[in-house]
């Protein structure tokens, strides 16, 4: 079983973000659970999410305290808050961040494992015109946490969005174009 | 069989759906808020021919639910922690005219302080309004659960209210697998009550003054049929594992064989609870876990038959009777052993109040502790108060 | 129908009652610690004595003759007396 757990701010979309990474593992005939934690429910403050995936029924149901990846949606909360909390040193952090690698480490003294960095806003702004991130960070976690590969993601993207952008067919390749470079984008790791 | 991943509150109105009641009021509160919300968009694309009520409160909301199934119309609601607690009175009025009204309690604290997050004290607060009670562990229970609701309750001519964990459940999205459409109206079929209001060819009172002379003898019948909703409750599950291949008993006993401690647990703590129970096993420990799924009835005979050979059991309660003892399902549970002439070292854990998370953890420091009072035949102290700090 | 001795198991469920019209099985008259007289010598048999009674106790002819009251069901609430323009009704103790 693969856990997850994801910073993001209120009205950023880390909810939807775990959401569509629950129905994107769903669709490969995974088991999955997709919650947020809900608080007061501002915009702006800090939010988690969790994903459990898993080849096997899912039972358990408490928060996630030692999940395998960590998901940063916005890199102003790597100061905030401890995103690192529980995190396995086997595992990885991704952060959706303008920063590169090394700047990014630098608040990572004490952790460990691996780090990732994608800049999800960026890809998202060049292609499809606006700041909608979460397309490009599923692409790089599901690149980074092995679920499935390119062909599957492309194919399962398209007919999601085929579904999704019924009544929009034009914007479907530029959010296809989003999948691609984020998985060729990722950088770190090592 | 349609394999799906839906949220709970999605999944009890996809059955709603399916049932396609007549009536369905409601009056929205935090979690159980998005059931009629969904219901309410199936009514707007047609999928449905529900007669909606927006009421103006839940008293009302379980008032309309009362006349329209009083005139004979099959009526389904769904409400949580406050929105309950307003109901109560009528909830005795539906149970009382004997209305098989189908209730979703989608479980919440009970104010004050203020809390939105799941605990069980709203359903256990109406424990005795006359209302079945099933608990479900997931969204996979609330939806099977559900159906099942609509078949006892006219039945047994009672109201049935089908619970599950707010947030935990009720916003969570995990894999379930659906029933067909014409599969589920075949199985609730049509609902042809005896009596009703708005049949022309019958003439009827109901509901009148029920003085000295009548009244005990009809609680005594509401008193049987809860009795008897056992069987009925049996029935219904039989006949729904037919057609889902999911089968459910009163209880669900989780590597209770050859256990020798045991822990009670409601709910999707259940679920939590039994990863510890493999993983205690996996070391060696023999532990059980039982998990009633009616609390109402009380399945007497069947949590005597599994928890009769335990040296020590733990009940775990998401609400607090605040009686200086107990809480409620320790105080049945206790009862119906001792009602057996069973003297077992138990404990009760209060534990989650407010939706404190559950950890693994936590419930294994629980199994722990009755691996001590086993050893010893006896314990320090009767309840507990689950890492709260003091 | 039901009766005094009828226990759980054979009474309607839930406090049902399964026929119409048993108002009429209820003798009201028990109630009544005044009663009406007609007097016959001052009654114009106008009628508005009928509809005003609560218990349906005024007997008359097909609308053209009062007849007097029916004792079981009177109450004794006086209306009749009250709004009969000749006072042709007087209330009397039992």
Partial sequence: MIEIRWHGRG???????????????????????????????????PITAYNRISDTPIRIHSNIYEPDYVVVVDDTLISAIDVTKGLKNDGALLINTSLNLEEIKKFFPNYFGKIYTIDAS???????????????????????????????????MLNSFKHKFAKKPDVIEPNMEAVRRAWEEVKGGN | MIRERLSGNEAVAVAMRQINPDVVPAYPITPSTEV???????????????????????HSAMSACIGASAAGARVMSATSSQGLSLMYEMLYIASGMRLPIVLT?????????????????????????GFIQLYCESNQEAYDNLI????????????????????????????????????????????????????????????????????????????????????????????????????????????????????VVLNSTAGTAKEVVDKLRDEGIKVGLVKPRTFRPVPVKELVESLKDMKAIAIMDKADSINGFCGPLYSEITSALYSEG????????????????????????????????????KKSQTTYYLGVRE | MITDNMGAKDLPIGGNILEDGNSELFNTGEWRNKKP??????????????????????????????????YNKCKGCGVCAKVCPFKAIEMKDE
Wanted: net charge negative.
């Fill in chain 2, 148 to 263: 099942m609701a609509v078949k006892i309750a006219e039945k047994a001519m009672l109201p049935v209210m089908v619970c599950f964990d707010g947030f935990i459940t009720s916003h969570s999205v995990e894999n379930i697998e659906l029933l067909e459409d014409d599969i589920v109206k075949q199985f609730v079929g049509k609902y042809e009550p005896e009596h009703y209001l708005l049949n022309p060819n019958e003439f009827i009172s109901m509901g009148p003054l029920d003085l000295q002379n009548y009244f005990f003898e009809h609680r005594k019948q509401l008193a049987d049929a809860m009795k008897d909703s056992k069987r009925i409750i049996e029935e219904v599950s039989e006949e729904y594992a037919k057609i889902s291949k999911r089968k459910y008993n009163l209880i669900e006993n989780y590597r209770m064989d050859d256990s020798k401690i045991a822990m």
């Fill in chain 2, 36 to 58: 009629p919300q969904y219901f309410s968009s199936f009514m707007a694309n047609g999928s449905v021919d529900t007669e909606f009520i927006p009421v103006e409160s839940e």
């Fill in chain 1, 122 to 156: 960026k890809i998202s702004t060049e292609c499809l015109g606006a700041n909608f991130p979460n397309t490009a960070l599923l692409s790089a976690v599901i690149k980074i946490t092995n679920i499935m590969n390119k062909e599957q993601l492309e194919k399962n």
């Fill in chain 2, 105 to 129: 309690c989608v479980n919440r604290a009970v104010s004050a302080p203020i809390n939105i997050h799941n605990d069980h004290s709203d359903s256990m607060g109406v424990r005795d309004c």
């Fill in chain 3, 37 to 70: 007289v007609h007097l016959d010598d001052k009654c114009k048999h106008c009628m508005l004595c009928v509809m005003p009674c609560p218990d349906n106790a005024i007997i008359h002819d097909e609308y053209d003759k009062m007849l007097g009251f029916d």
């Fill in chain 2, 342 to 377: 069973l003297n077992i070292p138990t404990v009760n854990y209060i534990y989650g109040l407010g939706g404190r998370d559950v950890k693994t953890s936590d419930i294994e420091d629980v199994f722990r502790s009755l691996l001590k009072i086993a050893k010893d035949g």
């Fill in chain 1, 11 to 45: 009205g950023q979309g880390a909810k939807t973000a775990s959401l569509l990474l629950a129905d994107v593992a769903f669709n490969t005939g995974k088991f999955i659970q997709g919650f947020p934690e809900y608080g007061p429910e501002r915009m702006g403050a």
